[in-house]
């Protein structure tokens, strides 16, 4: 086990609750027909959930979030101009994934990834209520995230100011501050159980 893991294991004391027993709710964000590259982009709220809350309470349970984008390949309409629409972070990431004249995936990135073939998944970042913090939840929640968003993704993309370690998932560097996670390395799979993995680990010590 990581230095970084055992101050995390050791931060599990201080949670508000078993993180164990955290639930993923997903939500798509729905576009109107016929609007402009309706087809190239999908929008994905998750937010992460704690059972053990007020059943009265509207919010119950909810813990903090984190924010996906799926940018898809194959549609009638540009996902680089999709991701210039929607967000700073979105749109930061597309410049230095897609060729300007193109908007297909640039030559640098072809380059980066074992294969090009595949929509590509953003993660916005992670938040987190700050009693929540401190125990590496961040990157255990982004890899459940990414398991179920990224299938039939080539690579996931984040920016290296979001939320959470990404080099414990597996990103390394790409350019001008964006990250890269290849999927045909790290399968969503494989990545799904190391998550799950660590989960239990802070859910014993919790227990413990």
Same mark, same amino acid.
Do not use: N
């Given at each position: 086990? !990581?230095?970084?893991?055992?101050?995390?294991?050791?931060?599990?004391?201080?949670?508000?609750?078993?993180?164990?027993?955290?639930?993923?709710?997903?939500?798509?964000?729905?576009?109107? +027909?016929?609007?402009?590259?309706?087809?190239?982009?999908?929008? =994905?709220?998750?937010?992460?959930?704690?059972?053990?809350?007020?059943?009265?309470?509207?919010?119950?349970?909810?813990?903090?979030?984190?924010?996906?984008?799926?940018?898809?390949?194959?549609?009638?309409? !540009?996902?680089?101009?999709?991701?210039?629409?929607?967000?700073?972070?979105?749109?930061?990431?597309?410049?230095?994934?897609?060729?300007?004249? !193109?908007?297909?995936?640039?030559?640098?990135?072809?380059?980066?990834?074992?294969?090009?073939?595949?929509?590509?998944?953003?993660?916005?970042?992670?938040?987190?209520?700050?009693? =929540?913090?401190?125990?590496? +939840?961040?990157?255990? +929640?982004?890899?459940?995230?990414?398991?179920?968003?990224?299938?039939?993704?080539?690579?996931?993309?984040?920016?290296?100011?979001?939320?959470?370690? =990404?080099?414990?998932?597996?990103?390394?560097?790409?350019?001008?501050?964006?990250?890269?996670?290849?999927?045909?390395?790290?399968?969503?799979?494989?990545?799904?159980?190391?998550?799950?993995?660590?989960?239990?680990?802070? !859910?014993?010590?919790?227990?413990?």
């Amino acid at each position: 086990m !990581s230095a970084r893991a055992r101050a995390a294991t050791a931060a599990v004391d201080q949670l508000p609750a078993d993180p164990g027993l955290l639930v993923l709710e997903y939500e798509l964000e729905r576009v109107a +027909l016929g609007e402009a590259d309706d087809d190239a982009l999908e929008a =994905w709220t998750v937010t992460v959930v704690h059972p053990g809350s007020d059943e009265d309470d509207e919010d119950a349970g909810g813990i903090g979030r984190l924010e996906l984008v799926r940018l898809c390949q194959g549609g009638g309409h !540009s996902p680089a101009r999709a991701a210039d629409d929607f967000g700073d972070a979105a749109a930061r990431i597309a410049a230095v994934v897609f060729d300007a004249a !193109s908007g297909r995936y640039s030559a640098a990135f072809r380059s980066a990834v074992s294969s090009a073939d595949g929509d590509l998944l953003l993660v916005g970042g992670v938040e987190l209520d700050p009693l =929540w913090k401190g125990a590496g +939840l961040e990157a255990v +929640l982004a890899a459940e995230a990414i398991a179920v968003l990224g299938r039939g993704c080539c690579a996931v993309a984040v920016t290296d100011d979001g939320v959470g370690d =990404w080099t414990a998932l597996g990103f390394t560097a790409f350019r001008k501050g964006v990250s890269l996670l290849d999927l045909a390395r790290a399968g969503a799979a494989e990545l799904r159980a190391a998550g799950r993995r660590r989960l239990a680990e802070l !859910s014993a010590a919790y227990e413990g």
